[in-house]
């Protein structure tokens, strides 16, 4: 008969600095998969107010992508606990990113449109970090939960992602 397991630690899920960081890092992977996948349904209209050819959206949307793509060794070099540093750094072009793609439509056609796929290409980079954030969940959570917190890290991505383009979609009025 197989031997039994030892009762999980969850009830201190919220009591220690690890159960914190891995939170967090889900956290963001959900707003981030939001972030980026608000930007589709409105891509047409933005481009318009960017005094753009409506082609040029999807030139807008695929800038993250292209940047995650350029990104993505940088964050599989060095993983763990010692990328700390570098998803805060992620967060903080996400948010940047974030900031500057809304305010882009009221500079100028051209400014606007180099601040728009910087924005997007920030919003890539910090995509990009996916990677060194698995590591780091490997790192921070105990043995016994790294499943449970690779599986809630898929589902704040996937749900971010859903969430992102409903709330698109309701703010915005767009018929899809």
């Known amino acids: 008969m197989p031997e039994a397991l030892p009762p999980s630690s969850e009830a201190s899920d919220g ?3 690890g159960a914190r960081a891995l939170w967090c890092v889900i956290g963001y992977a959900g707003l981030l998969a939001a972030s ?11 481009a318009v107010a960017l005094e753009l050819p409506p082609a040029a959206a999807g030139v807008l949307l695929g800038a993250a992508p292209l940047a995650a793509l350029a990104f993505r060794p940088a964050f599989e070099m060095e993983g763990g606990a ?9 967060a903080l072009a996400a948010a940047l990113g974030n900031l500057v793609y809304g305010f882009a439509p009221a500079a100028p056609p051209f400014p606007g449109l180099v601040a728009a796929l910087l924005a997007r290409g920030a919003l890539g980079a910090a995509a990009a970090a ?6 780091y969940l490997k790192a921070v959570a105990p043995p016994g939960r790294r499943v449970r917190s690779a599986a809630r890290y898929v589902a704040a991505e996937s749900l ?17």
């Open 15 to 17: 009591d220690d600095d």
């Open 36 to 46: 980026t996948a608000a930007a589709a349904p409105g891509a047409y209209e933005y």
């Open 82 to 90: 010692r990328a700390k540093p570098r998803l805060v750094a992620c």
């Open 160 to 176: 971010g992602g859903v969430v992102g383009v409903g709330l698109a979609v309701v703010m915005k009025g767009a018929r899809v």
């Open 130 to 135: 996916d990677a060194a954030h698995r590591q």
